[in-house]
Every structure is written in structure tokens, then in C-alpha cells.
């Protein structure tokens, strides 16, 4: 949610300094008079000593009134400070509560919330959970090796023997487009039925697993037959597992042939473009099947890269960066006679989100031209590696060479940074259509431990530049046992529709061997995984003992927060893990970088801090004290923390034994005693299993008072402490209506409403028709109010929400109030706990025109006082309301009240939208303290398209007169365009697909952005005095001071003369930053601090590296060509044939 700002905002703005001006009303002095003396520009603001100030005051003109003097502003700011309190002391009835609650002291016990002991308890809960998912886990991946190894390798196998639930068949059976309805698949597709199933929010069949295969990949190939073929019998064992543990969710095989197999069955979830997920580069599946990566990318730029050759590096760089997770860094650099880095990260940097996104727009930005310097980009890339002065992941090294051929070995580069240990593996790739010799290519990838790829076009992108994580592969299944460890993922969205998820995943290992006496085979079969979602482990954690204030976290060695109030992301990508960060879910100080730091390290600790909290609304900043305690999630990789207030060490828990008291305060719940008693809004808690939920309030107590009809508050089917609770207070706030609010007349004070909110969930409004204008949240831990008033003493006053953008407040009907509510603290046996907040709602006219008589020169009842033309008088807020302006502002800046009728529907806005030279007065003075941070979960409209034409993005033209010359018809770029032309017509929309689009978020009108937040908060000054705005001859005098008791400001100022001072206006609202943020490229000088996994497994003494790739680049032929051309023609793309990967030692 937030981090210390750093860019993508201005500094702070003022107006132009000028000289001090004459300051009063009336006519400017004649050239007789005393005037300002000259000089230098002076501050903005010039802070006089009232006695000093004082001679300035009355303006020399005609006018008999002048500037009320400061202790006069003072006078009316007590009076001000008295009526709020009295009004609160009379209708608010914070006293009474407490001795009501003192009066049913026997209904109830006090109950200490013992951090360390909440937090091991909560912490050894969730281990619980994930180790019934790690014995699954081991259960499957044991299985798997047992099931491959015992499977006998069928050549001659045909799609007809295999018998599985395509996950896919009923939406490629609706699309006539589908490639398996054109070319008719003949594999054997089980129909199944499917049972709604909550759980899972999705429709399932325990029975049978279901299947599904990526889309470039063949389904009638020999290698995913035999995979499909010995994967069967993971059937029984997901089966068998799921009766061990109910709770259990997906769990999933996937392959490194692309299939996956998940159980229980569900329809994949069809996009509206094309499918392009591939269980290979889900993030995973990508943690579990290689150990974190150090990875350089070198890409050649040199002018022999044509520019489609160009668009394919491009993209497969793109591809290779997806390929990456959290765990991983990663550098990109261009080459041609020098290397360069294509972005502003000089080094290695982690492979994030936002560090691919800046790494996939420069790559876009790279041009070819010069000559082929392989040593230049080696030597680049090694220096990358060796650099230890930079945080990385210290595990497999290797350096991606993308290229469309060269002679030079560069042995001499490999002789002097990686031989003879060869510790960084090469991986090379031949990209395009062309004539070069690749022997050099594959030289270098053989002798380097790496492997030689070949991407002729569009679509051998995706499949070659992930098979790379086989070789990596090699080690972990060499090492056996000691491999087979569990790591759970960071938090990401669920493909088949289970929300935000985390994933246990173990490597599964090919056992076989080729003989007697054989070598080992080292290639890794797939990835099991098990699903958990967030929603489960949130229900091992305290709901409602904590307080509105406090809660429990968890993060990951990245410190990445697993578990937060804040982790509410508006739109997910699932090619892309959640990631926030534990500082910008909060506000980040050093106390918190502390705590993430001993978090991440696995220590215990407990520290209390004073720091900053936004508001739930978002609207302001507290600086409130907080107590964090911490212990590591033990087997895991996850950290677990509690936060809680001061005032939350207790809480109240009801002891209603007495079931006549029971049935006595549960009337009050029913609507019937509304009209004497006030409106009761419930919490939409989980009181009880079958209480059906609804957003609207009245509806949700309806469903409550039915099923309390049928069980009993004890009952075996409800959670008991939720349930006494509510009744508890239901009965409490009655006797709150009954002692104080039903004998008062709200209309003497000006009051639309009398409240009572409470931890047990219940909030009473007086008289019942003031609930038909509430609108506060009706679960009192979700509304703001509620929340600042628990941290802040004093009254806080909380005007209506209004936006710049929006049309002003309608004020009819005297329906617009303002809130002031407050805490109620108790303090019982030496233990202080704040159980309700208590407030009014104020009507907005009648206290404008309060305000104005509270802030005047009258006495009593008297009339407004009159100044003759001989005698001298001070200025006032009601008499003089057209030359003086007084306003209320609260500590977020947002008006309040004003004596300006016409500011009246303004109330609600950001100040500096009503007056934006006195808000900056305000803020330059230091009233107001500035906070800016980034919100990284935010939604924004997408941009619309850069390119409106209409043929696809990426794709070669050629000119005529490249159609006319038969030289061109056999050069690579014909060949390689037709080659891609024919991709499309399979896979249309393949160059258009915006990625979450083609990943199934088609229907998606928002994407992920950043938005800067600004809140503004009360700064250090607590003192009154006056001050003069220098702005040359539209200066302003003005007195501001705060409110005891109350978040509020009282300000009196002279109205502007003019509008000629417009020297900057302070900006509240948030704001999109296009930059995505704070500027990454100063970011990464400054990592924060994390952790790569505990074990590493990038070496091992036996590996057999002669599997290094074989291709073989040959020239087109025009026979082949016209062929092509044909089949354009007609329209009749070819059948697509099995893919011949170095990978086919699988058959084993």
C-alpha cells in the first residue's frame, strides 16, 4: 500500500515571494503614508508577535473595523471547544456507558489477549495445515516416480487408446474454429458430471482427474500419449489423499512435457481469446523445478539482424524474462561491437514484477546496427556474474545469447572466466531463418554445460525458451532425496477460480535408467503441487478478539506479505504472482524495516513503536502506538507477525447464562422495537454455519432473527462468543437509549441522529428514521469512524466524503450531517480496554450558523454588535462574513464548517479545493504535515492502443518490391513470415493478445497500476497565532489554532482581495503515477532486504552434459515455399506434427 515517496511528485509548492504588502481593507495608503520597507523577497510566511502584529491589524482606510486581535480568536475558540463538549457530554453519553457496563458487571469477563502466546498458537496452527498438504505432496511425488518408472514406453501408441476428461473438450467443441473440431481429434474425451461445490467455488467430480494441454502443444504426439498413458494412476492416489484430508483443494501434476493433470475434474476455465497457459510457467511450477537463478541475457543488435529477426528476439527475451521468479535476478544487455545494458539497472536485479516490466519496455527500444562482437557481450555478461558487491541469488549462474549466427567461439572469453569449473552455464539461441553455420552456437552451449536452441518463428518462442529449466533440472535430480524439499510460493491467483492462493510444490524425478549399469537419468518428470487458499489459513487466525485495530500478517523470505488486512489486489494477473511488500502494505519507517528484517531471518522478537496508520477510507494519517510480535511458521518459508493497540491488551466476553436475559435483549434486535429503542444495524458476521449472508443489512438481520428462531445462542452450530456478544450489547446500547438519548430533544441542539457502535458488532442509531440517511458500514471494524476514534482522543469529526470531480452537496431536507464520535474507555480492575464509540451527527446548516454565533463578538443572546462610524471595532465571523473568512478544518485538511453559506456544499473537500493560497499557508507553516506513498494494488482504465492498424503487432510487411524479386521469395524472411502467417491462421489474435487478455481476463476492463496517495496530517505545531500570507497586493492576515479535545483547526482569515497568488495548490487526491511508481532504476541502488532459499542445487560432480542440443539449419527451398503458399491459399493449415526436442530421452 504505501511506501515512502521519492518521485513521480513535485516539491513543495508556495507562491511567489514578494515584498510584505500593506495588510487591511479599504483604500491603499496614499505616498504619505507608511509603507512596507523595500528589500529582498521575504518567506512566504511572515510570523509576527502579536504585540508586533498588532499596529497592522486595522486597515487605515475608511473601514472602522479591523483584524480581530489574537486573544479574541482565542476567546472564540473556547467557546467553541465548550459547546462541542458540551453537546457530546449531554448526548453522547460516554459516562453513562461506562457505568452501564459498570451495572452488568456480571455479564461479563475480561479476557487479555497474551501476544506471545496468541501469535506461537495462531503460528503452530497454520504449520498444522501445511504439513497435512506436505504429506500429500511426498505421497504423489512418490507415487509419480514409482508410476513412470514402472511404465513401458509405447511407439506405436494412438489416440484412440487413451481414455481421459480433456479439460478443454466442451469449450473447443463450442468454438468451430477449435483445432481439434478441424481436424477431428480422436482421442477418447470422457463425458462427466459436475456437482456445485463451495469449497472449491466451481463445479467438480471427485471421481476422475481432468487434463489439460497447452495449445501449441499436440495432443496426438507420442510423447504426451505415453505421459497421458502412465499419469492415469495418479488417480487413485489424489482420490486417496482427499480422504485423508477433506480440506485438501487442487492438487496438480505438472509435467515438463506441458501437460497437467489436476483432481478433483473441472472444466478449464475458457478464455474469450486464446488459452495461452502452460503449467510449465506458472509461477509454481517455475519455484519448484530449478533452484533461484542469476541470469544474463545478451542480445545481439549487429545490422545482420534483420528486422523480423529483431521482433523474434524481441519477444522470445520477453518470454525468457516470464520464465522468472521472485527468487531470480536478472540483467539484459544489447551487443554488437560493444555491450550495453537496454535498461537503467547496471547490474543484476531482482526478477520482479516491476523490474521485468522496465527490462520488457527497453528491450522494445533496441536497434540493430555495426558488427557481431560475441566477446563484447561474454565478457559483459561474465563481469554481470562475478559481481559481488550487489545482492543476488547466489545459485545457477548462466548467460541466454540470443542471435542469428556468427563465426567466433570465443574461447579465449570462456578460458578466462569459466574454465575449467565451468560454473556458468551458456545458453545459446539461433533466432530466424538463415544460412549461418551453428556450429559455433552449439559449441559454445556444449562446452559451457548449456544447450543450443533454435527459434526459426513465432512459434517455437514459448516452448524453447523454457525447456532451459530441464537442464537446470539436472542437478536437483541427481541429488535425490536431498532434493525432494518442500517450498511453498509466494501469494497468486488461482487459474480454475479459488482466489489468492499459496502452493506446496516437490519435484518429481525421472527414476529410470537406461541398463544395467547405466547412469542415472537426470531429467525432473514435473512438479507436484497442492493448492491452500489464503481464506483458509485466515480462519486459523483471531477474527474478532484482536479489535478493530489489530491484526496478524505473514510474509515470505521476499517480504512479501502472505497474510495482511491490506493484501487487496483489484485486479490479479495470474501469469504474475501477488506481490506486496510488508512496507508498502503500511506506512514504511525504520521500526518496520527492522521488524521485516528479524522476520525474514526467522527470529522471534516483540517491539512497540509509535508510527503512522492510514485511515480505512484512506483519507487520513494517525500516529498511534502499536505492539508487533513475530515467530517463524516453522517447515515453512513464512514469517508470522501480530500487531495490536495498546487499548486491545483486553477484550470483553459475554457470560450470558441467564437465557430470560437472553430472549430479554434479543427483542431489541427486532425491528418492531425500532421506533422506541433506534435502529439496530448487526455486523454481517459468521454467527452460525446456516445463517445465509446479504449485503443488505435488513435482509441479513431478517435471515439472523429466523435462524435464532430455530437454534440457540449456545448451539453447537454457531460460534458462541460472536453470538453473546452481539446480545450483550444489543442490551447495553438499550439502556444507553433508555437512561440518556429517549428523554433529550435532539432538535434543541441541532442533531439529526445520537450512535452507538460497539465491538460486539452492534450499532444503534437514534431516533430509528436517522438510519434511513446512514451510511457508515454496518460492521463497525470496517468503518472508519470507528477505527480513528479508538485512535485518537478527543472528538473526531468526520464531514461527508465528497470528490473534486463530484457535483457539491445537496442540502435538503436538512439531511447532510457531519459525525463526531468518540471512544469509550473503560477501565475495570486495573484493565483499560475501549469496548464502543459513541458520537452524534451534527446538521450541517444549523451548526454553520452556530459556528458563526460561537465565533463573534456577541454576548448571550444579544443582537450582533453594531460599529458606528466614529467608533473602532474588531472584525467577526458572523457580522463580517464578507470580509472575513472562519472555517473548521480537520487534521486530514478537509472542511468542516464555514461562516461562507456558498462554501456550505463544499464541506467534505480537501481545503485547498475551497482556498488553496490559505491551505498552503497552513501547510508551509507546518499545521499540516505531508505524507505521499504508492498504492501498488490499484486499477486504472486501460490504455488505449498505440497502433490502430490493422494488421497484426510484430509481423514483417514486405514491399512490392520484395514480392517481385525472387531473391527475397528464398530468403529467411519469407520463409519465416510465412511460417508465422500460418501460426495465425491456428492461433488467431496470437500477436494482438494482450497477455491477460489470452490468459482468460478478456472481459477485464481495468489493469493493474500505481496510484500516489497524499494524506495530509496534523504537524508539530500546537500553539495559536497570527500570520500574514505575503502575497504583494492580495496579502492576507490569518490566526490558526487547533481545537483542544477535537482533530479540528479553527481558522479566521482575511478573504482575498484578488486571485493574482496562485502559487501552487496542494493535491489530495490520488493520482496515477505513469512511471508505475517510485523510479525503479533508483530503487534497485537501494534493495530492501530478503532471503533466496535455503538450499541450492545448481552442481553435481556426475551430470552428463553431452545433451547439449543438436540442430541443424538448412535453407529453404522454393518447392516448399510454393507448398506453403498453397496451403495459405486454400486455406488448409497443415497437421501439426510431433515436436522433435532433445528432451526425447523421456521415452526411457
Not at 274 to 290: C, E, F, K, M, T
Request: proline share 6%; hydrophobic share 35%.
Amino acid at each position: 500500500m504505501a511506501v515512502p515517496a521519492r518521485t513521480c511528485g513535485a516539491s513543495r509548492p508556495g507562491p511567489a515571494r514578494t515584498a510584505l504588502p500593506w495588510p487591511g481593507r479599504g483604500p491603499r495608503p496614499g505616498p504619505g503614508a507608511r509603507r512596507p520597507p523595500s528589500g529582498p523577497p521575504r518567506p512566504l510566511l511572515l510570523l509576527l508577535p502579536p504585540l508586533l502584529l498588532l499596529p497592522l491589524l486595522a486597515a487605515p482606510g475608511a473601514s472602522a473595523y479591523s483584524f480581530p486581535q489574537q486573544h479574541t480568536m482565542q476567546h472564540w475558540a473556547r467557546r467553541l471547544e465548550q459547546e462541542i463538549d458540551g453537546v457530546m457530554r449531554i448526548f453522547g453519553g460516554v459516562q453513562q456507558l461506562r457505568e452501564i457496563y459498570k451495572d452488568n458487571r456480571n455479564l461479563f469477563e475480561v479476557q487479555e489477549n497474551e501476544p506471545q502466546k496468541l501469535v506461537e498458537k495462531v503460528a503452530g496452527d497454520i504449520e498444522s495445515l501445511l504439513d497435512r498438504k506436505v504429506q500429500a505432496l511426498k505421497r504423489l511425488a512418490d507415487a509419480a516416480e514409482n508410476f513412470q518408472k514402472a511404465h513401458r514406453w509405447q511407439d506405436n501408441i494412438k489416440e484412440e487408446d487413451i481414455l481421459y476428461y480433456d479439460a478443454k473438450a466442451d469449450a473447443e467443441l463450442d468454438d468451430p474454429e477449435s483445432e481439434d473440431v478441424e481436424r477431428g481429434s480422436k482421442a477418447s474425451t470422457l463425458r462427466l458430471d459436475f456437482v456445485e461445490d463451495s469449497n472449491f467455488k466451481n463445479k467438480v467430480n471427485y471421481s476422475y482427474t481432468a487434463v489439460q494441454i497447452p495449445t501449441d502443444i499436440y495432443k496426438g504426439s507420442t510423447v504426451i500419449l505415453n505421459e497421458l498413458n502412465w499419469t492415469e494412476a495418479l488417480e487413485n492416489v489424489f482420490i486417496e489423499n482427499r480422504r485423508q484430508d477433506p480440506t485438501l483443494l487442487w492438487q496438480v501434476f505438472g509435467s515438463a512435457t506441458g501437460v497437467t493433470r489436476y483432481y478433483p475434474a473441472t472444466p478449464w476455465r475458457a478464455p474469450k481469446k486464446i488459452d495461452l497457459y502452460d503449467v510449465r510457467r506458472r509461477p509454481w511450477y517455475i519455484q519448484g523445478a530449478s533452484s533461484p537463478k542469476d541470469m544474463v541475457i545478451i542480445v545481439d543488435v549487429s545490422g545482420s539482424v534483420s528486422g523480423l529477426t529483431l521482433k523474434l528476439m524481441k519477444t522470445s527475451v520477453c518470454e525468457m524474462l516470464d520464465t522468472l521468479s521472485d527468487d531470480d535476478y536478472v540483467n539484459v544487455a544489447s551487443f554488437n561491437e560493444k555491450a550495453q545494458p537496454v535498461s537503467c539497472f547496471t547490474h543484476l536485479v531482482q526478477a520482479n514484477v516491476r523490474n521485468k516490466k522496465v527490462f520488457k519496455e527497453a528491450v522494445q527500444g533496441m536497434v540493430a546496427k555495426g558488427t557481431t562482437g560475441y566477446k563484447a557481450g561474454f565478457e559483459y555478461a561474465f563481469d554481470q556474474l562475478q559481481n559481488s558487491n550487489i545482492t543476488r541469488a547466489n545459485c545457477n549462474k548462466m548467460i541466454m545469447m540470443f542471435t542469428d549466427g556468427g563465426e567466433d567461439r570465443v574461447q579465449d572469453v570462456f578460458e578466462k572466466y569459466n574454465w575449467p569449473n565451468r560454473t556458468v552455464r551458456v545458453f545459446t539461441f539461433s533466432v530466424g531463418q538463415h544460412n549461418y553455420d551453428v556450429t559455433p552456437l552449439q559449441w559454445m552451449a556444449c562446452a559451457n554445460k548449456g544447450y543450443y536452441f533454435e527459434i526459426p518463428s513465432i512459434g517455437a518462442i514459448r516452448i524453447n525458451t523454457q525447456e532451459y529449466l530441464d537442464v537446470l533440472g539436472r542437478p536437483m535430480v541427481l541429488a535425490g532425496k536431498e532434493a525432494k524439499q518442500v517450498q511453498w510460493t509466494n501469494v497468486y491467483e488461482d487459474a480454475l477460480g479459488l482466489g489468492l492462493v499459496v502452493t506446496g510444490t516437490l519435484p518429481v524425478f525421472n527414476l529410470t535408467q537406461d541398463g544395467p549399469g547405466e547412469k542415472k537419468n537426470q531429467l525432473i518428470l514435473g512438479v507436484m503441487g497442492i493448492d491452500v487458499a489464503l481464506n483458509d489459513i485466515k480462519r486459523l487466525t483471531p477474527n474478532y478478539t484482536l479489535g478493530a485495530n489489530g491484526y496478524v500478517f505473514a510474509i515470505d523470505l521476499n517480504g512479501y506479505v502472505l497474510l495482511h488486512p491490506n493484501l487487496k489486489p483489484q485486479t490479479t494477473n495470474f501469469r504474475e504472482p501477488v506481490t506486496l511488500d510488508f512496507l508498502d502494505a503500511e506506512l514504511e519507517d525504520e521500526n518496520k524495516e527492522e521488524i521485516r528484517r528479524s522476520m525474514i531471518d526467522g527470529n522471534k522478537g516483540h517491539k512497540q513503536i509509535r508510527t503512522l496508520v492510514k485511515s480505512l477510507d484512506e483519507r487520513y494519517v494517525d500516529e498511534v502506538m502499536r505492539n508487533y510480535t513475530w515467530v517463524p511458521i516453522r517447515s515453512t518459508n513464512y514469517s508470522l507477525g501480530l500487531v495490536l493497540p495498546p487499548y486491545s491488551t483486553f477484550y470483553l466476553q459475554a457470560n450470558l447464562s441467564d437465557q430470560i436475559l437472553q430472549v430479554k435483549y434479543f427483542e431489541f434486535l427486532l425491528p418492531s422495537s425500532f421506533e422506541s429503542e433506534g435502529h439496530v444495524f448487526i455486523a454481517p458476521r459468521e454467527y452460525c454455519k446456516d445463517l445465509n449472508a446479504s449485503d443488505n443489512n435488513t435482509e441479513f438481520l431478517k435471515n439472523f432473527i429466523e435462524l435464532m428462531e430455530k437454534v440457540t445462542p449456545d448451539s453447537k452450530q454457531c460460534n458462541n462468543f460472536l453470538l453473546h456478544n452481539l446480545i450483550l450489547d444489543t442490551g447495553i446500547t438499550q439502556q444507553l437509549v433508555e437512561r440518556v438519548w429517549r428523554d433529550q430533544d435532539l432538535n434543541t441542539y441541532s442533531l439529526l441522529a445520537v450512535f452507538a457502535a460497539t465491538d460486539g458488532g452492534i450499532t444503534r442509531v437514534f431516533p430509528n428514521k436517522a438510519a434511513d440517511d446512514w451510511t457508515e458500514n454496518p460492521e463497525p471494524f470496517n468503518a472508519s469512524f470507528y477505527r480513528r476514534s479508538l485512535d485518537n482522543h478527543g472528538y473526531v469529526f468526520k464531514p461527508p466524503h465528497q470528490d473534486a470531480l463530484l457535483r457539491p452537496l445537496e442540502l435538503e431536507n436538512d439531511t447532510v450531517g457531519i459525525l463526531v464520535s468518540t471512544a469509550v474507555e473503560l477501565s475495570l480492575g486495573g484493565r483499560t480496554l475501549r469496548p464502543a464509540v459513541v458520537g452524534v451527527k451534527l446538521d450541517l446548516e444549523a451548526w454553520a450558523e452556530k459556528f458563526k454565533v460561537l465565533a463573534s463578538n456577541r454576548t448571550h443572546q444579544d443582537q450582533p454588535q453594531k460599529c458606528g462610524p466614529s467608533s473602532h471595532c474588531e472584525m467577526d465571523c458572523e457580522v463580517n462574513n464578507e470580509d472575513l473568512l472562519c472555517v473548521l478544518i480537520d487534521d486530514g485538511g478537509f472542511l468542516v464548517l464555514s461562516n461562507q453559506n456558498h462554501q456550505w456544499d463544499q464541506v467534505g473537500r480537501f481545503f485547498s479545493e475551497v482556498d488553496a493560497n490559505l491551505m498552503l499557508a497552513l501547510y508551509n507553516n507546518s499545521f499540516y504535515t505531508r505524507k505521499e506513498s504508492y498504492d501498488y494494488q490499484a486499477a486504472c482504465a486501460p490504455q488505449p492502443p498505440g497502433n490502430l492498424g490493422a494488421a497484426p503487432r510484430g509481423v514483417f510487411v514486405p514491399t512490392i518490391a520484395d514480392f517481385l524479386n525472387l531473391a527475397w521469395w528464398t530468403s529467411a524472411a519469407a520463409w519465416s513470415l510465412f511460417q508465422q502467417l500460418l501460426y495465425g491462421l491456428i492461433y488467431h489474435s496470437w500477436f494482438q493478445a494482450d497477455p491477460a487478455e489470452a490468459e482468460g481476463n478478456a472481459e477485464a476492463r481495468e489493469s493493474s497500476c500505481v496510484m500516489k496517495q497524499t494524506q495530509y496530517y496534523f504537524g508539530s505545531v500546537n500553539a495559536s497565532y497570527n500570520a500574514i500570507i505575503d502575497c504583494g497586493n492580495c496579502s492576507r492576515l490569518f490566526h490558526a489554532q487547533r481545537l483542544t479535545n477535537t482533530n479540528l483547526l479553527f481558522v479566521v482569515a482575511e478573504k482575498p482581495l484578488c486571485s493574482q497568488c496562485e502559487g501552487g495548490r496542494l493535491l489530495q487526491k490520488e493520482t496515477h503515477c505513469p512511471a508505475d511508481g517510485p523510479e525503479q532504476c533508483e530503487l534497485v541502488q537501494r534493495p530492501r532486504y530478503r532471503r533466496g532459499p535455503h538450499i541450492c542445487f545448481d552442481y553435481n560432480a556426475t551430470e552428463d552434459t553431452s545433451d547439449c542440443g543438436r540442430g541443424a539449419s538448412f535453407p529453404p527451398s522454393l518447392g516448399v515455399l510454393v507448398s506453403l503458399q498453397l496451403l495459405l491459399l486454400l486455406g488448409l493449415p497443415p497437421r501439426p506434427q510431433p515436436q522433435v526436442h532433445a528432451h526425447a530421452s523421456r521415452r526411457v
